[in-house]
């Protein structure tokens, strides 16, 4: 076993110097020899797979720097079930682990496009967490409200919105509920769990609440801003400001909607000015919230500018990183289109919807079916119906007809 102790020390080694396909050898060694020694136990040998656990774990970290994302997923699935069996045994000692392992599971997943198998291990490990703080809530009890945060959140990538409100507002009340200094310490987890509970809100159309969730988002995100004064602080405030401006568009609240959008795309010019290129995924957010709130008021014409440098950054982001950016590559060419529909620009509307909804037929097909998908797919279909196409309004039918019956 020391030979195997040797062997995930110099994978280490070779990982940190750059070097993640030797890394990758090294470890799988390690790996073999670990499981060939448990294997040949006749009792079981915690310290043994302790090790064949961590092993697997940095051969998932090397595997997904050569950009093996489906075999850093299986190693990472392996390590879990080696941790399961070992918190089976001591929940106490090994249940952390184990939950450490479910998160970086749930994470590979989503990568991959996974999402119900993200779920599961997101799922999994609340269970875990809880257990933990019924034994000891002074020590688990923070972890369980960011493990029920985080299952939140993969409910919402699966799409499930109803379960993804649910867990969101029990993580909400887990953060609340922290002594101190918990409370305190977890003050951006809470802002950003009231953030994603104003968004669930809002697909729930309970626009009320949401605005209540977005207004204390902001809140704590002003305070933050001034204590922590950086980038990430600011893309926070922003974030929320352009998530209440939405929401008040919704309800008729104009003025309110636009000093939010506003205030948002101002801070989030300031920071891009100082960084080029940085957070651009949350400029396009912005941008993507100003062009919503001009739509929701009449003022179609205005919301086109924004839509369009929305898709422009989307589509760079999306083509260095499709599976992480391309539902939001997706989103921009609906909002676009819409707008360009809207404002009677039927021809331009057409080739966007149609970009839109091969991208959401492409979730569907991988194993989540985006709530848009009908939207984008039924205007799509009267816009050709309106132009005599009819032969290509019943193709995408066909072809979206198989997700949502």
């Known amino acids: 076993m020391e030979f195997a102790d040797a062997l995930s ?4 080694a ?18 073999a020899i670990l499981d060939r020694v448990s294997t040949e136990s006749e009792r079981l040998r915690p310290d043994v797979l302790r090790k064949c656990a961590s092993a697997l774990i940095n051969l998932s970290a090397d595997l997904a720097d050569l950009d093996r994302h489906e075999e850093a997923a299986d190693a990472t699935a392996q390590a879990a079930e080696i941790r399961e069996r070992l918190a089976a045994v001591d929940l106490e000692r090994y249940g952390p682990e184990y939950s450490r392992a479910l998160e970086l599971l749930a994470d590979r997943a989503e990568r991959i496009g996974r999402y119900d198998d993200a779920v599961a291990a997101a799922d999994r490990r609340a269970q875990v967490c809880s257990a933990l703080a019924a034994a000891d809530p002074l020590r688990h009890r923070r972890t369980l409200a960011d493990a029920l945060h985080m299952l939140g959140r993969r409910f919402w990538q699966a799409g499930d919105v109803s379960r993804a409100l649910e867990v969101t507002r029990e993580a909400v009340a887990a953060y609340r509920e922290l002594p101190e200094p918990d409370r305190g310490e977890s003050r951006p987890y809470l802002a950003q769990a ?31 801003v001034t204590e922590f004064p950086g980038e990430p602080a600011v893309a926070d405030l922003a974030a929320s400001l352009s998530q209440l401006g939405q929401t008040y568009g919704e309800l008729g609240r104009a003025s309110e909607g636009w000093a939010a959008v506003d205030e948002a795309l101002a801070l989030m010019r300031r920071i891009t000015e100082g960084a080029p290129g940085a957070y651009r995924a949350e400029v396009a957010q ?27 950054i989307r589509r760079d982001l999306a083509a260095a990183d499709p599976r992480r950016y391309e539902p939001a590559l997706a989103e921009s060419l609906h909002n676009l289109g819409t707008a360009f ?3 009677g620009l039927s021809a331009q509307a057409v080739p966007l919807f149609e970009e839109a909804a091969t991208l959401y037929l492409r979730q569907a097909e991988a ?3 985006p709530p848009r998908l009908t939207r984008t797919v039924g205007a799509l279909v009267n816009l050709l119906v309106e132009d005599g196409r009819f032969a290509d309004a019943d193709r995408w039918i066909r072809k979206a007809v198989r997700f949502v019956v």
């Open 341 to 343: 529909r809207a404002s």
């Open 367 to 369: 194993g989540t079916t």
């Open 194 to 224: 009231l953030h994603d509970l104003a968004v669930h809100w809002a697909a729930a159309g309970a626009m009320d609440e949401a605005v209540t969730a977005a207004g204390e988002a902001v809140e704590i995100r002003r305070a933050l």
């Open 9 to 12: 020390t110099l994978a280490i």
């Open 14 to 31: 070779y990982a940190r110097s750059g070097h993640p396909d030797t890394a990758v050898s090294a470890n799988l060694q390690a790996v």
């Open 286 to 312: 912005t941008l993507n919230s100003v062009g919503r709130a001009y739509a929701r008021t009449g003022r179609v014409a205005d919301a086109l500018p924004p839509f369009h440098e929305a898709l422009g």
